[in-house]
């Protein structure tokens, strides 16, 4: 039966050696292949994943000249946890990163430790999507441990001087996939350049357990661990898009090839991003660090196997009293035995420990407005984990859209029972949705959605006019993300907004003809256009009155000498019972009814009622469609496109 076993091996590795020859199959492991094609065993059922690396340098603290020594001579001190993997943060470049600052400390510990990130190049820039390396590259010290990420069979142990070196491949069945935690692939998960090995083809790993340690085997200059994930569409694993050959056919070398892209339609189509993916699924339920075997039919009388070469260790008999000996069952179907007894104190239950991290929202936020954000440590109950302490701080990324977090990284001291608190500022309208990462456990906010403004919805009569005027930068809200819509506004708000709704240009101060107007004011260079442009006039005794209510007879003449409208002096209809013929506003008035500025809706007008918010971004937002689309009357359906109002308002 060996020497048939033997047999096959043979005429297998020759059939892969004539493909090699003949084939000119993947440059970087041309000398092996896969060797166990069809597991004959089962892995345990997926159960989450673990990093591939738990501990590296925390580089930055040390000199350079220690960051050649073995990881086993590193200081437990300059250790860190496997920090948080952000191709956001890994594209910053060096220049823009100080060496004071702790968020920017912690960038560049990222940017050190993650040298190649996936389908980067080899420039060392850190951008993601920039080559066709279709894995992470994560820089260690000789002899760091490496762990399986989950459970698995590996499928492949090979031993090489020149590709990626020492290497293994471990096949996950039914594990989630990358986009869709419901959907049930394949991946292949691979660690190369390893300086030794300490599991064989056929062995059941189990997420968490040790394969083997760290080195620069085959093409590697230094010691670091490529790290890569394959689908089921990869011919071989570890896949490589690009053979020598088709380097040669491009004019290029390896390196070169790699940071032009060369097969990078390849290399997306048949992996994924490995260290997204495993942060995506981390979990902090325990690991086993022992390889456990299961077979695909039980045996009648089922026994635990383990691939441990070490025999189990016999249980020494305890002294009187009687002990009772209850089997527990293990996470995955083993036997393990625990010793009790009624004269034996049992230790005190350990608090409940986090099983995950909650980011907390009010669902909503407005672009530009601080919004604060809660992270809650969430034990395996649901509830607070009150004693949390995370490791080495937390990580809070941006998932989904875009934002500014004003204290990215929390420590151990920022949690108050379990809870911390930050602060984020959204900068796109598109959902936002939230990461937390500690290195062990994670999770994510629900997506946000982008509001206008908190007091603005969207059934409001004015929401359209606030918003075109909003996005056309005429109008914004409170730093708490209010608009205020029933608050009146100061005549020298109605000018600005005014000015500025007509996209008119603003003059420089030259001289102010009002007494109560200073130069050193916010507003001098909107009131010297406005008088220059006839737009105000002011009061007899050389006052404008900035801060007083602009009433609406004050505020539609604004509006329509801004326009450089003079309106037909002659009104023959009282359209307001308190808008009389002979009244200085009422040829005005008239203009704004016949042209659809204004709804005739009851019988007043209320000329000397303060203008609202709502009300001028109404009237303003009328005056700005008739303008740019031409029409001689403003109704409901009359409306213009977004690229019409950019170059109207020069955006």
Not at 193 to 202: D, F, I, N, P, T
Not at 218 to 228: D, I, K, S, V, Y
Not at 405 to 419: E, H, M, P
């Amino acid at each position: 039966m060996l020497q048939e076993q033997n047999n096959h091996r043979i005429l297998r590795y020759l059939a892969v050696f004539v493909f090699f020859v003949f084939g000119g199959l993947v440059l970087r492991n041309t000398s092996d292949f896969q060797a166990s094609l069809f597991p004959t065993k089962q892995a345990p059922p997926y159960d989450g994943l673990a990093l591939p690396v738990q501990k590296v340098p925390n580089w930055i603290s040390l000199s350079s000249d220690k960051w050649v020594l073995d990881y086993s001579v590193i200081p437990a001190d300059k250790l860190m946890s496997l920090p948080t993997y952000d191709p956001t943060q890994l594209k910053i470049p060096y220049e823009q990163l100080s060496l004071t600052k702790e968020p920017d400390r912690i960038a560049r510990n990222a940017k050190i430790t993650f040298s190649t990130p996936y389908m980067g190049n080899y420039k060392l820039d850190g951008v993601e999507y920039a080559g066709s390396h279709l894995a992470v590259d994560i820089k260690i010290p000789r002899g760091t441990p490496i762990f399986a990420i989950g459970n698995g069979i590996v499928v492949k142990v090979s031993t090489l001087n020149v590709g990626f070196g020492n290497h293994i491949v471990i096949q996950h069945d039914q594990f989630p996939a990358v986009n869709d935690p419901n959907m049930k692939v394949t991946y292949y998960s691979s660690y190369s350049h390893l300086g030794s090995v300490l599991v064989s083809e056929g062995d059941v790993v189990t997420r968490g357990q040790q394969l083997g340690l760290s080195g620069s085997s085959g093409e590697a200059t230094t010691p670091h661990l490529h790290f890569q994930i394959d689908n089921d569409q990869a011919p071989w694993h570890p896949y490589w898009p690009f053979t020598y050959a088709d380097a040669h056919a491009a004019g290029l070398d390896f390196n070169s090839a790699v940071n032009a892209g060369l097969g990078k339609d390849k290399a997306l189509a048949t992996t994924i991003n490995p260290l997204v993916y495993v942060q995506k699924y981390l979990t902090s339920a325990p690991v086993v660090n022992a390889p456990v075997s299961v077979p695909v039919t039980p045996a009648p009388t089922p026994a635990p196997e383990t691939a441990s070469t070490s025999p189990a260790p016999t249980p020494t008999p305890s002294p009187t009293p009687a002990v009772q000996v209850t089997p527990l069952t293990s996470l995955h179907g083993a036997s393990d035995q625990v010793a009790t007894s009624s004269n034996t104190p049992l230790p005190p239950p350990e608090a409940p420990k986090a099983a995950k991290l909650k980011i907390v929202t009010d669902a909503t936020f407005v672009v530009g407005v601080d919004e604060k954000i809660k992270v809650e440590a969430i034990d395996d109950k649901g509830s607070i984990a009150a004693n949390y302490n995370p490791p080495s701080g937390v990580s809070v990324l941006v998932g989904l859209g875009g934002a500014q977090i004003r204290k990215n990284y929390l420590l151990a001291q920022d949690f108050k029972s379990g809870v911390a608190e930050t602060v984020i500022t959204p900068t796109a309208p598109q959902g936002l949705r939230l990461q937390a990462i500690d290195g062990t456990i994670s999770g994510e906010s629900e997506i946000m959605q982008s509001i206008l403004f908190t007091d603005v919805g969207l059934t409001d009569p004015y929401y359209k006019a606030v918003k075109f005027l909003k996005d056309s930068k005429v109008i914004d809200g409170y730093k708490d993300g209010t608009y205020k819509p029933n608050a009146v506004v100061s005549r020298v708000e109605a000018l600005k907004l005014i000015l500025k709704g007509l996209a008119l240009k603003i003059q420089k101060v030259g001289r102010l003809p009002f007494k109560d107007v200073s130069l050193t004011q916010w507003y001098a260079d909107y009131i010297a256009t406005g008088f220059n442009m006839s737009v105000i006039a002011g009061y007899k005794d050389r006052s404008f009155k900035p801060a007083q209510t602009v009433n609406r007879a004050e505020f539609l003449k604004m509006v329509l000498k801004a326009m450089n409208v003079t309106p037909d002096q002659k009104v023959e209809t009282e359209f307001f019972m308190d808008v009389p013929r002979g009244s200085w506003y009422a040829p005005y008035v008239q203009y704004a009814v016949q042209h659809g500025l204004i709804d005739v809706a009851g019988d007043s007008f209320g000329p000397e009622e303060g203008m609202t918010r709502k009300e001028v971004a109404e009237l303003i937002y009328r005056v700005v469609v008739l303008q740019i689309s031409g029409a001689q009357k403003y109704t409901g359906d009359l409306t213009v496109t977004a690229e019409k109002a950019n170059q109207y308002f020069g955006l």
